[in-house]
């Protein structure tokens, strides 16, 4: 429970490819903690993997049912399914707790995601600190978990939104669904406090998307 950089199959990964893999064991750890890989550092392909345990729980920094932490740049995420319970102290998410650099693509949360800072349904903190020309996309992710956090931003996809510079398009959310209850208990203060349906809180283009939370 005091370890970092744990996950079902990898606690760190580099530039590995993880497809078809379903993982039914709770994870457990202090920071960077994943259904599937705690910490992810390098490239990756994550395809059709589904996280069917009972919990992944950090104690502090970065939990997600798929992917704990991802620094890649040039990771490819997709038809990633998250059915526990997830929850840490910061960066929480149904699929991924922190995402920099990447996006995600038909992923789906069913469990309940549960932060202090920065919590989402699909993605709890997603970095576009490159500010890459063409952006990054979080496109056709669904969320019908219920998302809870105390403090600063909570989204039903994505509670807190990086972009990098004053692009406020360099992440973008387009074709992606909410159903679940997103609910803050505003312990924090000031404009670090926000909910929304979609993104909670940042700079970002948002397009064809649903909330019915």
Known sequence: SSAVSVGGICGSASDCELRNITVKC????????GGLVGYNEKG????N??????EVAAAGDAAGGIIGYSVSGNAVLK???NYGKVTAAWYTGGIVGKLVNDGASFCTNLGTVSGGEDTGGIVGCIDNDDNSEGGISVYYCTNSGTVTAGRRALGGIAGYVESGGNNSKSVT???CYNTGTVSGT?????DRDAAGGIVGEGNSGIMECC???
């Not at 709770?26 to 903690?33: A, D, F, L, T």
């Open 173 to 175: 959310f387009s074709k």
């Open 44 to 47: 990756g392909v994550f395809d």
């Open 186 to 190: 505003g312990t924090g203060s000031g």
């Open 211 to 213: 909330n019915k939370g």
């Open 49 to 54: 993997c589904t996280y069917d345990g009972k």
């Open 26 to 33: 709770s994870v457990y750890g202090k920071n960077y903690i």
């Open 79 to 81: 038809n990633l399914v």
